[in-house]
């Protein structure tokens, strides 16, 4: 599913030039649930952002279903990513100004659903979620654990082949942490490759693999499972 | 799609209350002024297109200037013989009609026959009865293919109809004009409808050529080179070629006035005119029916409307860069999950352009409410009906449109090219991006601000040196009272001797025309023993002895007229230097008058009085003679200064002793000056107003702009005064920026402004020129204001506790 080779990136000052990913390979197969640990500044959200194809890396390869797209262009990227990659963030990243019902939508009118089908879509990833009741609420009339549970319905309604989650549960208390941890477990085990940063061992338990970095490189590889 | 962009849009508006307000306000202040200028300019479009035979319809215009090419004048009209000529000289012209103007001074005494109530009423036609056979008039009552061809017949107005018959058919019921032995009696052959249709032609009647007195006067006069005051239009078949018709009338003129204009000294050539371009391409024409309006003037007011809307449009720019940082989450957040720089540009130019239709929506009934007040300052009747024209509102959603992209196009852009990875790492994004701009922007908005307020002072100076020049009269407190009728003329003794016993009348004295009175009569005047085609133009007026004591001209040599005066004229010190006399060697001299007869007449000079300014304030003084006349048209009583309203009571009581049932119409000089400076004040009133708006949308901008910048800056404030800064120094550092860009505004607006009222100053003969103060003046209000907005805040910001700041950052 995702394969990079040699990957680097670096970011430079006039006088510095920091090595964010230093030749970091590594693999990720299809319907595999990897987390990525390490301290801060390791480079794990850099790597996430290259792999959500958010940034573009300065070396090395990137395959993401067998297609080389470290060298596509803007354009090309969020057309990609808009069709497979779901993104869930530590701070929930919702848009304040629209409702649940409006934020888990998005996506798909991005993706030119028609809207009949983006309503039915919606429903069902909302009575999923459990988070049905709420459809007409704001993100700050909702719980931490709430607004979590929007962010992941927002990340899997358009059927992604990759979630990335950063710090998903960075930002809830040990019950809604847990209770998000399932939701991706079960999407993992529904067919969807998960690749999650985390601080936390205990989050990291959930997946089948952790890969630990140090200053841009893979420093050791756990097999969970 | 669209929809989501509408909803976030409208809920982003209503998030950030303050910006939208800000935006909305200016947006709307300037859609506003866009809107009334459009209102304006739209009243004055398609004049005459309504006549069926519009596109055919041409109007003679005639550039008269003597031999010797001294001078050349542009006029709206031709002689009395020219219509027909040309009718039957060129095979193209299939009809011809000609219109004396009666005039909106020279206006008439009626009353209905046999009631003793009468109105002096302008805007009166001499017409031959062709006339609708070329213009398209909608008539109510009788039937517009005869009602103009018995002698004194009268076709009139609905809004006359109604004032003199009041609800009675007007139709072949009696009108008299005059009194005494000049009555006339006219019988009422028609009524049209005065609201159809836009026109340079706005008669409140229209008397048949064919009646005795001026009609015959026109009928009779053969002569091609004189007289020029027939207002001529011809009406050309279907698919004629006008511009053949144009080369051929120098050879008209040759075959039929060479012999005139010879022995008057004259030279003319003659001009067709669409009559469908008379309303906006007639500037500078002389002798013209009414007013009309000027492209120029309409492209100066939609150039002004235009800046006040990029003024508004800079405040919408200047703020949603500025606040970019506070959108910086979501535009990450939208990328992220799948949008495209373009579906962003798209749903920020949907913002944009809904604020700007806010704006327009709010501006319809304030539009709609100032209706009244926009008809007074542009000095037309304006009604609410003319905002329903599909136009009008198809002009508003462009003018939304265009404002919506221009103003949201670079935020769009800014906003859109955010990479969604620097902000989801930092949680924020830098509103540094912008900032050159942001500061051209506001640069603009002080540039823009202090030329209007430039451009309004020396307009204002140039109204005030206009008025209060010397005019080698004393125009304060002289009226002038009309002597219209045959009547009036013949109680002038009895009128004068009354007037002699009233305490407040200081003197008074007969003239031809009033100070101030535009009239463009003059005589074709030579020196004797020299070239009579050497001529001079002289402006020429009758006057009683004692005119020049009664409106304070000093004489400078001879003696003022007396009774006996036949061929005694007292001209001015122009005139001396037109014909090079020495003024001591004056007193005697004589001067050739081009009668057109066989032999011309001389008259003698027997004395001299100092310049003084005769008719339009505008223009230079220019050569008059004034000779001895008893039964003149005015006359002009200089009254005490001290109650003048008693005054004129006891006149008014006098005048209505003598000639009963004739109201007094009378002006106040001072006043008729002011008049005639009406289109400067109408100029200068629309200036201020669109400065104080242009001025108002700074003010908003920059206030928006300070509340931005010192939030920003909440932190570094704090901790500069918890290392000891005072708040001067504070405001110092915030304000100092501000002030550099003042100053490059003002350095840009000083050579635009220059420029631009140099331009428009050289077409006043007696001008100011350009004053350095001016400027200073304008960067001064603006400094003041810019203190006032700016300095306000600044000073809050810095008096804040830094313990507060440092806290909330």
């Known amino acids: ?225 | 799609m669209w929809k989501t962009y509408f909803k976030t849009a409208w809920r982003n508006i209503l998030k950030n209350r303050t910006q939208a307000f800000i935006n909305i306000l200016g947006l709307t202040l300037g859609t506003l002024s866009c809107l009334a200028i459009m209102v304006y300019i739209f009243s004055q479009l398609n004049f005459d297109t309504h006549h069926e035979h519009a596109d055919e319809v041409y109007r003679l215009r005639t550039f008269i200037g003597s031999t010797n090419g001294s001078r050349e004048s542009n006029f709206a009209t031709a002689g009395p013989p020219y219509a027909f000529a040309m009718k039957d000289e060129f095979p193209e012209v299939e009809e011809a009609t000609r219109i004396v103007y009666l005039g909106s001074e020279n206006s008439e005494l009626l009353r209905p026959k046999g009631q003793k109530e009468a109105y002096f009423e302008a805007e009166g036609y001499l017409a031959d009865s062709t006339i609708f056979r070329i213009f398209t008039f909608k008539f109510i009552k009788g039937d517009s293919k005869r009602a103009l061809n018995e002698p004194n017949s009268i076709v009139i107005s609905s809004g006359m109809a109604e004032k003199y018959f009041k609800g009675d058919n007007p139709l072949n019921q009696y009108l008299v004009q005059g009194s005494g032995e000049d009555e006339l009696l006219l019988k009422v052959t028609g009524v049209f409808d005065e609201n159809f249709g836009k026109s340079h032609l706005r008669p409140n009647y229209i008397l048949s050529m064919n009646t005795p007195g001026m009609g015959e006067f026109v009928r009779n006069t053969t002569d091609f080179a004189t007289q020029n005051f027939v207002h001529t239009y011809v009406k050309l078949a279907k698919n004629a070629d006008v511009d053949l018709v144009r080369t051929k009338l120098p050879g008209f003129l040759e075959k039929y006035a060479k012999k005139d204009l010879e022995k008057w000294g004259k030279s003319k050539k003659l001009y067709l005119q669409n009559i469908q371009d008379i309303n906006l391409h007639s500037a500078g024409i002389e002798s013209q029916i009414g007013k009309t309006s000027d492209i120029n003037y309409l492209k100066m007011l939609a150039i002004l409307a235009l800046f006040i809307q990029l003024v508004a449009s800079v405040n919408f720019i200047n703020l949603s860069t500025a606040r970019a940082h506070k959108r910086a989450k979501e535009i990450g957040i939208r990328k992220t999950i799948g949008a495209s720089k373009n579906t962003l540009i798209k749903q920020f130019l949907c913002e944009s352009v809904i604020l700007a239709f806010v704006a327009a929506f709010i501006s319809i009934p304030l539009i709609a409410l100032g209706m009244p007040l926009l008809g007074g300052l542009f000095q037309t009747s304006l009604t609410i009906d003319i905002l329903w024209n599909w136009e009008i509102l198809a002009g508003l959603v462009v003018i939304a449109v265009l404002t919506g992209l221009v103003a949201g196009m670079y935020p769009a852009f800014l906003l859109a090219g955010i990479k969604p990875v620097r902000i989801l790492k930092s949680g924020s994004f830098s509103s540094s991006s912008g900032g050159f701009l942001r500061e051209a922007l506001v640069v603009f908005q002080f540039m823009v601000s202090i030329g209007l307020i430039a451009a309004v002072i020396i307009i204002l100076n140039q109204i005030h040196h206009t008025l209060d020049k010397d005019l080698g009269y004393s125009k304060e407190n002289i009226i002038a009272i009309k002597l219209g009728t045959d009547e009036a003329k013949d109680a002038i003794q009895q009128l004068s001797n009354s007037l002699g016993n009233i305490p407040g009348v200081t003197s008074a004295a007969l003239s031809d025309m009033y100070p101030s009175q535009v009239r463009d009569a003059d005589l074709a005047i030579y020196l004797p023993g020299e070239d009579p085609n050497k001529i001079q133009t002289m402006v020429y007026n009758g006057i009683s002895p004692g005119y020049f004591e009664t409106v304070g001209t000093k004489m400078m040599y001879g003696r003022t007229l007396s009774e006996t005066d036949t061929l005694g004229i007292i001209v001015n010190e122009s005139a001396l230097k037109a014909f090079n006399l020495k003024p001591e060697k004056a007193i005697g001299q004589q001067l050739m008058y081009k009668t057109g007869g066989e032999t011309d007449q001389a008259l003698e000079i027997v004395g001299v009085t100092e310049d003084f300014q005769f008719t339009e304030l505008k223009s230079v003084t220019r050569p008059i003679l004034n000779y001895m006349d008893s039964r003149t048209d005015w006359m002009v009583v200089r009254i005490a200064g001290n109650d003048i309203s008693q005054t004129l009571d006891k006149i008014n009581t006098s005048w209505n002793d003598i000639l009963r049932h004739k109201p007094m119409e009378y002006r106040f000089v001072d006043e008729e000056l002011e008049r005639l400076l009406s289109e400067e004040k109408r100029l200068a009133r629309i200036s201020t107003i669109f400065t104080v708006l242009a001025v108002i949308l700074c003010t908003l901008g920059l206030f928006g702009l300070i509340s931005f910048i010192a939030e920003q800056k909440r932190k570094e404030i704090g901790i500069r005064k918890v290392l000891g800064a005072n708040v001067p120094s504070i405001v110092n550092l915030l304000l100092r920026d501000f002030v550099i860009l003042l100053l490059i505004g003002l350095a840009l607006a000083v050579p635009i402004t220059w420029y631009q009222m140099e331009e428009w100053l050289s077409s006043y003969p007696d001008r100011i020129s350009i004053q350095w103060w001016t400027f200073v003046l304008a960067g001064g209000i603006s400094f003041i204001i810019m203190i006032f907005t700016v300095g306000l805040k600044t000073i809050r910001t810095a008096s804040t506790n830094p313990v507060k700041n440092l806290r909330t950052e």
Request: glycine letters at 8%.
């Open chain 1, 1 to 225: 599913m995702i394969k990079i080779t040699n990957l680097e990136k670096y970011y430079k000052t006039e006088e510095v030039k920091t090595i964010a990913l230093n030749k970091l390979s590594f693999e990720v197969k299809e319907g595999e649930f990897a987390a990525i640990m390490g301290p801060s500044g390791c480079g794990k959200s850099t790597l996430l952002n290259i792999l959500g194809m958010l940034d573009d890396p300065d070396g090395g390869s990137y395959l993401f279903n067998g297609i080389e797209v470290a060298n596509f262009n803007e354009r090309k990227r969020a057309n990609l990513r808009k069709h497979n990659i779901g993104f869930v963030f530590q701070s929930f990243n919702l848009i304040d100004e629209l409702t649940v019902f409006e934020n888990v939508e998005l996506p798909l009118i991005y993706t030119g659903v028609k809207p009949a089908d983006r309503k039915a879509r919606v429903d069902e990833v909302l009575e999923k979620m459990q988070i049905m009741h709420r459809r007409k609420h704001f993100p700050q009339q909702l719980s931490g654990g709430q607004q979590q549970r929007v962010a992941v319905a927002r990340a899997v309604v358009n059927n992604p082949k990759v979630i990335l989650a950063d710090e998903p549960t960075g930002n809830l208390d040990s019950s809604n942490g847990n209770e998000v941890m399932d939701l991706l477990t079960e999407l993992n085990e529904a067919g969807t490759t998960i690749i999650m940063v985390t601080h936390s061992e205990h989050d990291a338990k959930f997946s089948h693999r952790i890969i630990r970095m140090l200053d841009g490189q893979k420093v050791t590889e756990n097999v969970l499972v």
